[in-house]
Nanobody
Framework: QVQLVESGGGLVQAGGSLRLSCAAS????????IGWYRQAPGKQRELVAG???????RYADFVKGRFTISRDNAKNTVYLQMSSLKPEDTAVYYC?????????WGRGTQVTVSS
């Protein structure tokens, strides 16, 4: 069973940047598509960005041009580079498979953007 641990969150001013990491305890080689999700207080969890094994990516409209997802299969790690952060990006960020049949959700990493 793969376990996912997110890190890299923090407090940043609007317009700032953060780089999130998602480390998998097992090989992510078999995980074709991995996504970063976020959940703000009182809101449902939503997909932010996804990446397939071959490197193809997709982004939610609200982060296009600001966030970049990447993966290093050798290191079993997925990254989310976030730039031009906005207060509305404040949320707990998680990683997991895309398309359902999720692994157990990790604790996530808190991102707080101040105005």
């Amino acid at each position: 069973q793969v376990q996912l641990v997110e890190s890299g969150g923090g407090l940043v001013q609007a317009g700032g940047s953060l780089r999130l990491s998602c480390a998998a305890s097992g090989s992510i080689f078999s995980i074709n598509a991995i996504g970063w999700y976020r959940q703000a207080p009182g809101k449902q969890r939503e997909l932010v960005a996804g990446i397939i094994y071959g490197g193809g990516t997709r982004y939610a409209d609200f982060v296009k041009g600001r966030f970049t997802i990447s993966r290093d299969n050798a290191k079993n790690t997925v990254y989310l580079q976030m730039s031009s952060l906005k207060p509305e990006d404040t949320a707990v960020y998680y990683c997991n498979k895309m398309g359902g049949s999720y692994y157990p959700w990790g604790r996530g990493t808190q991102v707080t953007v101040s105005s």
